[in-house]
């Protein structure tokens, strides 16, 4: 296990009725600026409970957060943040409102150019303002981590960024609010949570069992619970479930000590940017084409995800190592999720353009070995066309 330093900040209040509690979480007298998305909070009632909660503080409000925020937007509300000189954020809706509003923090005390956060991954960031998180929408993890990615729309770039000091102070998981969630958000959830443990399980051995078997927990309760949020949407148990396994498959816990890929995190990027994919979608796309072309690189994990995962032990090796690819890529596609650019009506033409945004970004040395450039990520994607 390789030496490691962690500590994680941000406090959890789950369960149902825990939005009141945000009353005591905003320090008293601080001016919050609320951030949200769509308007989805409105409609499911989120909304009002967080607005009565925070009936003692004066409360700013900014809407309209993009899915894969776009830094056109975040710099509308970092304008509001520093002119209504707002002490406390409160980001209410899923990962890329919660992405958005630690990109706000930090910018909001950023005197220079605020692309520089992106651009140099947060290395820029010395303060941010205090946030707060409501969750509506289990995937990304970003209520209990220090890790954001933010796309600028004119240029078609998806940046992310990491700092210590963008961790959510509190976040506020309620899975009853969850239970309204389309059947595609909740796919989408799923899958991106499940890929979040592999990137950081799939890698190669380091003597590491308490985290491998924390992740392979994880990505069984998935395989469990995941289809059955869609078959029993109004089941408040499986909700819960998913929505805990989707924090901590990124809080921190299971990477420490250990080696990690982000490849596809990396590739799916581009594919978002390029072609307005939802985030999930591009990485039920490009894990299984990964897991196929570097299979001798990750072979002892690959055949331990067979083993510990899938049941797989019957059979040789490689028998044994196809058959836990496939078993992904069904597992992706039972939650609605397509891993094919072809669904999504794609050719190879995207591929083209995937490799060309990656070497224009300088992304040609990923995974946990720092070998997958241009070519390799081209077979990745052969491979789901």
């Known amino acids: 296990m390789q030496n490691f330093e962690f500590h994680n900040p941000t406090r959890i209040l789950f369960g149902q009725g825990q ?26 009632g ?3 409970e967080v607005k009565a909660a925070l009936s003692g503080h004066t409360v700013l409000e900014f809407g ?51 692309w520089d956060i ?9 303060a941010a ?36 000091h963008v961790y959510p102070v509190f976040s506020v998981l309620d899975p009853a609010k969850t239970l309204t969630l389309p059947a595609r958000q909740v796919g989408n959830g799923v899958v991106d949570a499940f890929v979040h443990v592999m990137e950081q399980y799939l890698t190669y051995p380091a ?12 990505l069984l309760t998935l395989i469990e619970e995941g289809p059955q949020a869609l078959e029993r949407p109004g089941d408040l148990a499986v909700r819960a479930n998913v929505m805990w396994s989707a924090t901590m498959a990124l809080n921190g ?22 072609y307005g994919l939802d985030h999930a979608q591009t990485l039920a796309i490009v894990l299984p084409g990964i897991m196929q072309v570097k299979r001798e690189a990750k072979r002892a994990k690959l055949l331990q995800y067979a083993e510990r995962v899938w049941g797989l032990r019957d059979g040789s090796e ?56 241009s070519a390799a990520t081209r077979a990745a994607l052969t491979l789901s066309l």
């Open 19 to 44: 939005i009141a509690a945000l009353a005591k979480q905003v320090p008293a007298g601080a001016k919050v600026l609320m951030l949200y998305g769509g308007g989805s909070i409105k409609s499911n």
């Open 318 to 373: 490689d028998s044994r190592i196809d058959a836990a690819i496939d078993a992904t890529r069904r597992f992706f596609e039972q939650m609605g999720v397509p891993s094919r650019l072809s669904g999504y009506g794609l050719d190879a033409g995207a591929i083209d353009a995937v490799v060309a945004a990656l070497e224009a970004a300088g992304s040609v040395h990923l995974g946990e070995h720092h070998d997958i450039g």
């Open 118 to 126: 992106l651009s140099k991954g947060g290395k820029v960031i010395q």
């Open 129 to 164: 303002l205090p946030f707060g998180s409501v969750l509506t929408l289990p995937a990304t993890g970003s209520e209990m981590n220090s890790a954001s990615v933010i796309t600028r729309h004119a240029t078609q770039e998806k940046r992310g960024f990491m700092s210590r």
């Open 64 to 114: 309209g957060i993009e899915p894969n925020p776009h830094y056109e937007t975040l710099m509308q509300a970092v304008e509001l943040a520093r002119r209504e000189q707002a002490g406390f954020l409160l980001a209410v809706g899923g990962g890329s409102v919660i992405d958005g509003t630690k990109f706000i923090a930090a910018a909001a005390l950023y005197q220079g150019d605020a």
């Open 253 to 274: 816990l299971i990477g420490v000590g250990v080696p990690q890929d982000w490849s596809t995190h990396m590739i799916g990027h581009e594919l978002t940017a390029l």
């Open 46 to 48: 989120v909304y009002e």
């Open 207 to 218: 003597q590491a069992p308490v985290q491998d078997r924390y992740a392979e927990g994880l």
